[in-house]
């Protein structure tokens, strides 16, 4: 039979081992319940972040809109839907020339001779720095004939120039401005739009202008106005340029939605538009 010394010194260094042990254990439990809070709080402080960043997303998309607010598509305008229906119908060939539209196939804008785009680093043009997100309209769109609050060309100030590219030589009689009624503005006004403006028609040689015509677009009439141009005797022109001398009010810029130039394409130029006819 074993001596109660044999065995006491026996059972020592095995509380020992287990001593050691259960410490390593206790150590590795604190470590695992230490990476487990701090992942779970990670986890929280990027849930609270993104609802942060979305609130403030969603905050700034609503306290700073564009350059007017795309509200929903006003009630088309009687004028409007002639004109959409004339355009759609196209025209006929008579004497040797042919009707032609900025709209027909084939317009475009001449961005050399045209002002600037307007922008605002400390508006909506804050999110055209993603390319997925862009407010600011191209002058292209003035011949597009989607006209709703917001899809227009802005330049800054009220005073400014597109010149449009047509599809060949046109003798030019009327031009047409089209802007959205006050009723359907964000602001409740209409103090963007253009007012006084000139028309020239511009010769081969890009340089040398053939005044047309000074008009008043008013915001108290229609929302499309067609201004007969003073072309006499009638003279093709290439291109034509409309320049804006003032708007209604707004210190910032101005805003084009659409434009339309009417006139009879020459003889020499009907080849050309057989093939291309109205958008």
């Known amino acids: 039979m074993r001596s109660p ?7 020592n260094p095995l509380f020992q081992v287990l001593s050691v042990f259960l410490s390593l254990l206790g150590e590795v439990l604190v470590t695992v ?5 701090s992942i779970r709080f990670l986890l929280t402080a990027v849930s609270l972040l993104s609802l942060f960043l979305t609130a403030l997303w969603w905050g700034l998309l609503y306290l700073v809109p564009p350059l007017e607010s795309r509200v929903p598509r006003a009630r088309a305008h009687p ?22 539209r900025s709209q027909q196939r084939g317009a475009s804008i001449d961005l050399e001779k045209t002002s600037r785009d307007y922008e605002d680093a400390n ?20 011949l597009e004939p989607d006209v709703f609050p917001g899809n227009c060309w802005a330049f800054e100030g009220d005073q ?14 009327d031009i ?3 802007h959205p009624p006050p009723s ?22 890009d340089e040398t202008e053939v005044f047309l015509g000074k008009f008043t677009f008013d915001m108290e009439k229609s ?10 005797p009638p003279t093709a022109f290439p291109k034509v340029k409309i320049q804006i001398l003032s708007n209604w009010g707004h210190p910032h810029f101005t805003c084009l939605y659409r434009v339309r130039a009417h006139g009879m394409r020459t003889s020499e130029e009907a080849g050309d538009s057989a093939t291309g006819g109205p958008n």
């Open 33 to 37: 319940y230490r990476e487990v809070c």
């Open 223 to 232: 929302e499309i106005q067609t201004f007969h141009l003073q072309n006499d």
């Open 160 to 173: 400014g120039q597109v010149v449009i590219r047509l599809p060949g030589r046109v003798q030019l009689s």
């Open 123 to 142: 508006s909506a043009y804050f999110w055209n720095r993603f390319s997925f997100w862009n407010y600011a309209r191209p002058p292209m769109v003035i």
């Open 176 to 178: 047409t401005l089209q």
């Open 184 to 205: 359907v503005a964000h602001t409740g006004g209409a103090n963007s739009a253009p007012r006084d403006f000139a028309v020239y028609g511009l010769q081969v040689d």
């Open 79 to 100: 004028g409007a839907a002639a004109a959409a229906a004339a355009g759609r119908a196209g025209s006929t060939p008579q004497g040797g020339v042919q009707r032609s």
């Open 5 to 11: 010394r044999v065995f006491k010194s026996f059972l």
